[in-house]
């Protein structure tokens, strides 16, 4: 069955870096698009990344562009979010999130804290 395991959150201070992994399996994942999501403590999951199956195209939301960068390794069946420049409203939990056949596909999800 399909799997989605995020790590790599934690505690870091304004203007630090995290980098986020989420490996992937039980799917065909070098074709799929992958994405990332955060849900912050009484708001609504809400979309950050985006990459295609052969890492051409990536989206970002505008809250995180130019900070956070998206990347894939076929090979290993991982994703990547290399988040730089953290902020306190970058608070919340990532989820890794695929799409196969109109079904959404989501991980657990990892813990990111920026606080002083």
């Known amino acids: 069955q399909v799997q989605l395991v995020e790590s790599g959150g934690g505690l870091v201070q304004p203007g630090g870096s995290l980098r986020l992994s989420c490996a992937a399996s039980?799917?065909?994942?070098?074709?799929?698009?992958m994405n990332w999501y955060r849900q912050a403590p009484g708001k609504e999951r809400e979309f950050v990344a985006a990459i295609s199956s052969s890492s051409g195209f990536t989206n970002y939301a505008d809250s995180v562009k130019g900070r956070f960068a998206i990347s894939r390794d076929n090979a290993k069946n991982m994703v990547y979010l290399q988040m730089n420049s953290l902020k306190p409203e970058d608070t919340g939990v990532y989820y890794c999130?695929?799409?196969?056949?109109?079904?959404?596909?989501w991980g657990q999800g990892t813990q990111v804290t920026v606080s002083s």
């Open positions: 999130n695929t799409r196969l056949s109109a079904l959404d596909y």
């Open positions: 039980g799917f065909t994942f070098r074709v799929y698009f």
